[in-house]
């Protein structure tokens, strides 16, 4: 069985634009996400979804795996749902939302 967890990264937050990108402690706060939840055990794989170019380039330069989904994505779940296209697994995880295929 593989589980894939999917982290929806958007530059454009409404509260705090660029928050994914947000130093702390020298480092991207998506770092931050992406490295607690690689320790959770059960997960095979972590993905970040984004549809921006410059989170796209940070988790390439912090080794990290992507995906670019589209700009037309309303919700984090259809950001999901792209990713399911693209990588296949058992399950997908983002937070406490699981769906199977």
């Known amino acids: 069985m593989k589980i ?5 990264a958007r ?3 409404s509260r705090f634009e660029g928050k994914t990108l947000a130093d702390i402690c020298g480092k991207p706060m998506i770092w ?8 959770a055990k059960g997960i095979d794989a972590v993905y970040v979804a984004t549809d921006d ?4 380039r940070c988790c390439k330069e912090y080794g990290m795996n992507v995906i ?4 037309d994505c309303p919700t984090h779940l259809e ?7 693209q990588v ?11 769906i199977i295929y």
């Open 79 to 85: 950001r999901l749902y792209e990713v399911s296209v």
């Open 11 to 13: 530059y454009k937050s």
């Open 32 to 39: 931050w996400v992406y490295r607690q939840i690689s320790l």
């Open 88 to 98: 296949e697994a058992d399950f997908y995880i983002k937070d406490a939302v699981i």
């Open 53 to 56: 170019e410059r989170i796209q």
């Open 4 to 8: 894939i967890d999917v982290i929806p």
């Open 68 to 71: 670019m989904t589209s700009e």
